[in-house]
C-alpha cells in the first residue's frame, strides 16, 4: 500500500496479489491525523496488505522540510497503529507527474481534484514495486 500523505486529502494506492502492479487507489477526505491513520490501518487490514510506503515529499535539493516532518511523524503513527512495516519512499514529482498524467486525459477541475492524490499515490506504488520484484504492498 502506498500513502500520498497530505493535510485534507490522501491518496492510497494497493498493489494487486502478488505486488507486481498498482491496483485499487482511492482518495481520502480527512483531516484529523489520528482518524485518518485508523482509517488507513483498517483498509491494509482488509486488504491483507503486508507494507506501506509512505511518500517523502523532499526538496528539489534533497533536504527534507517541514512537508517531510509531517509525512515522517504520520508514517510512525501509521506504523504503530497498523503494525506493519512503514518505509519512507521520495515522492520528488510524483504530484507534477499526476498533474501531466491528468493533463493528457482531459481531466480538469473538480475531476481532478478528486483524483490528483490516488493518481500520485500510484506513482509512489509504482515506483516502489520496481525496487521489490514481486511482494504484495
Known amino acids: 500500500m502506498a500513502i500520498d500523505y497530505g493535510q485534507a486529502r490522501t491518496g492510497v494506492a494497493v498493489s494487486d496479489p502478488t505486488g507486481s502492479i ?21 483498509a491494509a487490514a482488509s486488504r491483507g496488505v503486508e ?3 509512505v511518500g517523502l515529499p523532499k526538496n528539489m535539493d534533497g533536504s ?22 512503514v ?15 491528468l493533463n493528457n486525459a ?10 490528483i492524490d490516488a493518481v500520485a499515490a500510484t506513482l509512489i506504488l509504482e515506483g516502489y514495486l520496481g525496487t521489490l520484484g514481486g511482494a504484495p504492498v
Not at 527534507?64 to 512495516?85: K, P
Not at 518505509?87 to 498524467?101: F, G, K, P, Q
Open 22 to 42: 498498482a491496483g485499487e487507489a482511492w482518495t481520502i477526505v480527512q483531516r484529523d491525523r489520528e482518524a485518518l491513520v485508523q482509517t488507513i490501518a483498517q
Open 51 to 53: 507494507a506501506i510506503v
Open 64 to 85: 527534507e522540510g517541514f512537508r517531510a516532518r509531517l509525512s515522517a511523524q504520520f508514517a510512525d503513527s501509521l506504523r504503530d497503529i497498523s503494525g506493519l512495516s
Open 87 to 101: 518505509s519512507l519512499w521520495d515522492e520528488r514529482l510524483t504530484t507534477v507527474d499526476a498533474h501531466h498524467i
Open 106 to 115: 482531459n481531466r480538469r477541475g473538480k475531476k481532478r481534484k478528486s483524483v
